[in-house]
């Protein structure tokens, strides 16, 4: 009997996907070998995602032409019409699908596909922060800092694994100590809703940073995301330190209520562009404290393993996954 897929069945279709999230758009093609000719574009070059997909299809050789695609947006994927909420885009998946002339389309939360990720990586592609060790065939939490703040879960099945189009990281964020509840405080003066996503993401961290500076009575500095977090900025600026510092210990805190929510036994794993760039800052925080530092719940929690993801592209490999199903 063949164990080769393409030999059984004939050449594997090649698919289109796509990571879309609020800053960039993240192209490859997939076949029966894997994935080939990942290439990232600035979101803010193109009108749509349908103009995106044809600049990089554009780039491509003639016969790579998919047949069918896997997108993972960020944002609500709730029918056929998707508006992504850090991006002013929408769309129709029925009329991308056929302006990109494919055969079928799967549009997906970007970090479903994340979420569905989780079985494809290897140890190789991931950090472990703090003690705990999963238990296979439990479910797992997917958590993730970028733009914005994706959250997701994985719960097993007859069928196999179940991602969960969630969106938690609008979830209301909830202070620890009196310098959090402060600073809460003062974002309220600026959005009517202050959620995780609002101080946990590369624009959250701007928000903390400048809320830290206001409440000292001192003025915030023009910084970007990249510019707080710095180790440079760092040895400059103490409100950029305790940016960072207060960052991980609430992404500790929000990851803990996720995983006593899901009862995800499986482990919390951290995705997205924020927290890889922190390396060793980040496993020396007080992320793992604050995610153990439930009172009574302390003892459930720490068995529970926290991860970050390393690999660089792993809604792609959800993708993988997502575009078998189609």
């Known amino acids: 009997m063949t164990t080769d897929r393409t030999a059984a069945t004939g050449p594997a279709p090649l698919t289109l996907v796509a990571d879309i999230g609020g800053t960039n758009a993240r192209f490859g093609l997939i076949d029966g070998t894997g994935i080939h000719g990942s290439r990232v574009l600035r979101c803010a070059d193109f009108p749509s995602l349908e103009a995106a997909a044809l600049a990089y299809l554009g780039g491509m050789a003639p016969d790579a032409r998919p047949s069918r695609g896997a997108f993972a947006i960020a944002g609500p994927v709730t029918g056929d019409a998707v508006l992504m909420t850090n991006r002013g885009w929408s769309f129709s998946t029925a009329e991308v699908r056929g302006k990109l002339g494919l055969e ?16 494809r990586l290897t140890p190789a592609d991931l950090h472990q922060v703090g003690e705990g060790a999963p238990e296979p065939g439990r479910v797992v939490g997917v958590i993730g800092p970028g733009s914005g703040l994706g959250v997701s879960g994985l719960v097993p099945g007859p069928q196999g694994w179940t991602a ?13 100590s009196d310098r959090e509840s402060a600073v809460l405080a003062q974002l309220r003066k600026s959005f009517d809703h202050v959620s995780a996503e609002r101080v946990l993401s590369g624009p959250g961290l701007v928000n903390l940073y400048q809320a830290l500076c206001i409440l000292d009575h001192q003025e915030p500095e023009p910084f970007t995301p990249a510019q707080v977090s710095d180790a440079a900025t760092a040895n400059t600026n103490p409100h ?10 609430m992404l500790g805190t929000v990851a803990g209520n996720l995983a006593l929510t899901l009862g995800a036994r499986g482990g919390v794993y951290i995705a997205g562009g924020v927290v890889p760039k ?24 720490a068995p529970i393993p926290t991860y970050v993801i390393t690999h660089e592209l792993p809604a792609f490999l959800g993708l993988a996954e997502a575009a078998e199903r189609v």
């Open 104 to 119: 079928r389309l799967a549009v997906i939360n970007d970090f479903t596909a994340v979420a569905l990720s989780v079985p």
């Open 164 to 176: 969960l189009a969630a969106e938690g990281g609008h979830v209301t964020m909830a202070p620890v």
């Open 240 to 249: 950029c330190v305790e940016a960072v510092e207060m960052f991980c210990a």
């Open 278 to 301: 922190l390396g060793t800052l980040f496993t020396h925080s007080r992320f793992r404290k604050r995610f153990m530092e439930k009172g009574r719940m302390r003892d459930f929690l």
